[in-house]
């Protein structure tokens, strides 16, 4: 008899967890930095543009800021390169160029960049000899 009123008991006290106003607070505590941890990364994400890596047969050559929400873009899909506008709404061909720009190879291995002087930046803070044989090297 006393399991069965032992049991009951704590199944009255599991559902008497909610009427606590410091279990309720806690719980909604909690909930607000889930979301708050969901819309940093989000921001984070939108902020450092991270995007799916091309497949190669499309790139950016070069873009340029023309207003608050307008991008003009060169594009180059295999040889040919196009100009397009970009705004919030809609994204315009503007012409095919004749004379195409020169890609650096810097702008095709972007994330490739960044991974290399985030490495080497991270390098010189933990062991600063490391940092001064890169330079000696560049």
Same mark, same amino acid.
């Given at each position: 008899?006393?399991?069965?009123?032992?049991?009951?008991?704590?199944?009255?006290?599991?559902?008497?967890?909610?009427?606590?106003?410091?279990?309720?607070?806690?719980?909604?505590?909690?909930?607000?930095?889930?979301?708050?941890?969901?819309?940093?990364?989000?921001?984070?994400?939108?902020?450092?543009?991270?995007?799916?890596?091309?497949?190669?047969?499309?790139?950016?050559?070069?873009?340029?800021?023309?207003?608050?929400?307008?991008?003009? $873009?060169?594009?180059?899909?295999?040889?040919?390169?196009?100009? $397009?506008?970009?705004?919030?709404?809609? $994204?315009?061909?503007?012409?095919?160029?004749?004379?195409?720009?020169?890609?650096?190879?810097?702008?095709?291995?972007?994330?490739?960049?960044?991974?290399?002087?985030?490495?080497?930046?991270?390098?010189?803070?933990?062991?600063?000899?490391?940092?001064?044989?890169?330079?000696?090297?560049?």
């Amino acid at each position: 008899m006393l399991p069965l009123l032992f049991s009951f008991t704590t199944r009255a006290e599991g559902t008497q967890s909610f009427s606590n106003p410091v279990s309720v607070l806690s719980i909604f505590g909690s909930l607000l930095v889930v979301v708050g941890i969901i819309f940093s990364l989000a921001w984070l994400m939108r902020r450092f543009n991270v995007t799916h890596a091309s497949s190669g047969q499309m790139k950016v050559v070069a873009s340029m800021v023309a207003g608050t929400r307008e991008r003009i $873009i060169v594009i180059q899909v295999g040889e040919e390169q196009h100009l $397009i506008g970009v705004t919030a709404t809609n $994204i315009n061909h503007l012409s095919k160029l004749e004379t195409p720009l020169e890609t650096n190879n810097s702008n095709e291995t972007g994330g490739a960049d960044f991974k290399q002087k985030l490495i080497k930046a991270m390098a010189g803070t933990i062991n600063p000899g490391v940092k001064g044989a890169d330079n000696e090297k560049q």
